[in-house]
C-alpha cells in the first residue's frame, strides 16, 4: 500500500497546468475514461449532479474561444479583477488571450446541475452540489495525469455563454473548462512550489 500510495504521489506531484497544447490528436477513449473515473465520485444522496459537454468541433471550439476571451478581456482590462488579483496572477504570466480553446484537441465543459429534473417534469432537490461536482473534477484532473495527458482549470467568468454555445438545459450552469491535450513540446509552466504537507494538516493522535 505505501509503493501505491507513493506511486501516485509521485505521479500528482509533476502534475502542472498547461496552457500551450500540441493540436496532435487523443483518442476520444481516453476522455471517455477520464470522464468514467469522475462519474466515481461520491456525491449528495448519490444524485450525481454533473454533466461533460465533451467538444472537438473546431467551428464550436472557435466559439468557445471568442466567448471566453470576451469575458477574460474585461476581467484583466475592463476593470473587473483588482489590483490584489492581478498581481498574484502575475507570475504565471497570464492574460485574456486563449489560443488554448481552439488548438487543444478536446475541450470537456463540466456542468453542475441546481435541481434535478424528475421524468414527469417535476423538479427534484440536489444536494452539497458544488462539493459533489468539485471532488468529480479532481478525479477527472488526476485521470488525465494519469494518462499522461495535461489539462487547465480554466473558468472564465462569468461563464453563462457556455450554456447557449453548448445547448445546455436551464438546471445547469458551467462549473469549469477543461482544455486537454498533449503538451506542446516547447511548452513552458511557471516554476512554482506548494506547501508542504505539515503546513496543511494538523494531527490529532492518540499517546
Same mark, same amino acid.
Given at each position: 500500500?505505501?509503493?501505491?500510495?507513493?506511486?501516485?504521489?509521485?505521479?500528482?506531484?509533476?502534475?502542472?497546468?498547461?496552457?500551450?497544447?500540441?493540436?496532435?490528436?487523443?483518442?476520444?477513449?481516453?476522455?471517455?475514461?477520464?470522464?468514467?473515473?469522475?462519474?466515481?465520485?461520491?456525491?449528495?444522496?448519490?444524485?450525481?449532479?454533473?454533466?461533460?459537454?465533451?467538444?472537438?468541433?473546431?467551428?464550436?471550439?472557435? +466559439?468557445?474561444?471568442?466567448?471566453?476571451?470576451?469575458? +477574460?478581456?474585461?476581467?484583466?482590462?475592463?476593470?473587473?479583477?483588482?489590483?490584489?488579483?492581478?498581481?498574484?496572477?502575475?507570475?504565471? !504570466?497570464?492574460?485574456?488571450?486563449?489560443?488554448?480553446?481552439?488548438?487543444?484537441?478536446?475541450?470537456?465543459?463540466?456542468?453542475?446541475?441546481?435541481?434535478?429534473?424528475?421524468?414527469?417534469?417535476?423538479?427534484?432537490?440536489?444536494?452539497?452540489?458544488?462539493?459533489?461536482? !468539485?471532488?468529480?473534477? !479532481?478525479?477527472?484532473?488526476?485521470?488525465?495525469? !494519469?494518462?499522461?495527458?495535461?489539462?487547465?482549470?480554466?473558468?472564465?467568468?462569468?461563464?453563462?455563454?457556455?450554456?447557449?454555445?453548448?445547448?445546455?438545459?436551464?438546471?445547469?450552469?458551467?462549473?469549469?473548462?477543461?482544455?486537454?491535450?498533449?503538451?506542446?513540446?516547447?511548452?513552458?509552466?511557471?516554476?512554482?512550489?506548494?506547501?508542504?504537507?505539515? +503546513?496543511?494538516?494538523?494531527?490529532?493522535?492518540?499517546?
Amino acid at each position: 500500500m505505501l509503493d501505491r500510495g507513493d506511486s501516485f504521489r509521485e505521479l500528482m506531484a509533476r502534475r502542472r497546468s498547461v496552457r500551450e497544447f500540441a493540436s496532435d490528436p487523443v483518442p476520444r477513449k481516453l476522455i471517455e475514461i477520464a470522464i468514467a473515473v469522475a462519474n466515481t465520485a461520491p456525491s449528495g444522496a448519490n444524485r450525481q449532479p454533473w454533466h461533460f459537454a465533451v467538444v472537438s468541433d473546431p467551428s464550436v471550439k472557435a +466559439e468557445i474561444r471568442r466567448g471566453a476571451e470576451a469575458e +477574460e478581456r474585461e476581467f484583466y482590462e475592463g476593470g473587473r479583477a483588482t489590483e490584489e488579483w492581478l498581481e498574484a496572477l502575475a507570475p504565471l !504570466g497570464t492574460d485574456w488571450r486563449k489560443p488554448f480553446l481552439e488548438i487543444a484537441p478536446w475541450l470537456v465543459v463540466v456542468f453542475k446541475q441546481i435541481h434535478a429534473v424528475g421524468k414527469d417534469g417535476a423538479k427534484l432537490s440536489n444536494y452539497y452540489v458544488n462539493e459533489s461536482v !468539485g471532488i468529480a473534477c !479532481g478525479l477527472f484532473i488526476a485521470a488525465i495525469q !494519469g494518462m499522461g495527458l495535461a489539462t487547465l482549470t480554466h473558468t472564465p467568468q462569468p461563464m453563462r455563454f457556455l450554456t447557449g454555445i453548448l445547448d445546455r438545459p436551464a438546471n445547469e450552469r458551467p462549473y469549469i473548462l477543461f482544455p486537454v491535450g498533449y503538451p506542446h513540446p516547447d511548452c513552458e509552466v511557471p516554476e512554482i512550489s506548494k506547501k508542504s504537507p505539515s +503546513e496543511v494538516a494538523t494531527w490529532f493522535e492518540m499517546e
